[in-house]
């Protein structure tokens, strides 16, 4: 057992960069030429640095034009393509190693600022595309080091720093490139692939929400509209007796007491494809269980349900909130179990005075020990060949226990996840539940109902 994927995973394995704004790249533009300019200045008429300074201001003058053609002939809102994006970056590269030829090459304090654009592709962009900038930058810094306008005083003397100093600076800022340049990349993967879980999960709730409201609807309309329909066919019956000597009209109220009857089977027949009990904001522990476990009941596997209460709670089992989001969760859970179970699922349920413990257990090979620590993050990759095979359709996402997960967690419930056994041992010294084990929690009060009595009149369903 390793993870359940509820579908085809509505977003591409390759894709999920963010498409880079032209308008944040020229603010960010603006900012640099700001700077620029103001070091520039500062280093030349307070320093006494002698700048080549119309060539200085010439080069800052390129990405000013450049700013004011792009704000000029795209709309503010243009989101630039993987390859534009690259483009503009790689000016950006280009232009600031330049001003550094121009301004003493590593000797220049500025120097490190050659990562930023970097960061930016490892942040927004695909890794090939960063991977080019990266080196780029190594590239273009190393020529900027080697090749370079020696900075001078205004009475002659050279600005300059021992060369084991300024390999050191140099190494800096290639580290620098590669360590921020990964890390950016990395943390901006997670926060993407989090984005993504989080909408799945919302739209599994929201899909969940509307069976739910759709049973609702079916079980409202079969229980209000029951008594009409009996009373119906009670006086469509009494006219069939009454109208023996008139068969025409016999014939009429036989009709009206058989599309009575029809109703009624129709009623009935969508109260139970909507789960006719669905109308109810709450019910019995062992109901809301076997209604999440009920699509996987007949899929070849037995799923064992046992409930008992631990010392000091109650011998009647509790009656708790029938949340969509907690039969989506557990239904989840018991779907995994099921696909990687070798015969057999236990769906245990203990209470006591504080919690409530359910328990998804399987006797199937359990989760991979190194992924035990990740079960719950969203879109894990890694799996095993074996588990692969013995679920083809199986993608490893790992999206469909973080929905669980999320879904569980939001009704108030705290997860853990375990093997039954230790995967060493042989098929004969195995337990029989020697699977993957779920334990979910729940302090009483965020899931048992408490008693209101009479539920009063159905009332229609929120929108």
Known sequence: MIFIEPGPSPFPR?????QLRLRTLILLRWMAIAGQLAAITIAYFYFDLMLPLGLCYLVVGASVIANLVSATIFPENRRLSEMEAMVVLLFDLAQLSFLLYLTGGLTNPFASLIIAPVIISASALRVRTTVVLGFMAIWLISLAAIFNFPLHFADGSMLSVPRLLEFGLWLSVVI?????????????????S????LLATQMALAREQKLTDLGGVVAAAAHELGTPLATIKLVSAELIE???DSPELR????LIKDQADRCRDILRSMGRAGKSDLHLQRAPLETVLREAAEPHLDRGKSVIFKLQPLQGGTDQQPTIFRKPELIHGMRNLIQNAVDFSQSRVWVDAEWGPEVLTVRVVDDGEGYPSHILGRIGDPFVTKRNAPRQNQRPEYEGMGLG????KTLLERSGAELSFANGTDPFLTSSE????????????WPLEKIVAPDQGSLGE???IAH
């Open 194 to 197: 989090m984005s993504d879980a």
């Open 458 to 460: 159905n009332l229609p």
């Open 14 to 18: 390759d894709v999920g960069r963010n």
């Open 430 to 441: 195995k337990p029989d539940r020697c699977g993957a084990i779920v334990e979910v929690i």
């Open 251 to 254: 014939d009429d109220a036989q």
């Open 176 to 192: 620098g490139i590669l360590f921020l340049g990964l890390y950016s990349h990395r943390v901006s993967s997670e926060i993407q």
């Open 401 to 404: 226990l973080f929905i669980a």
């Open 242 to 244: 009454e109208l023996a």
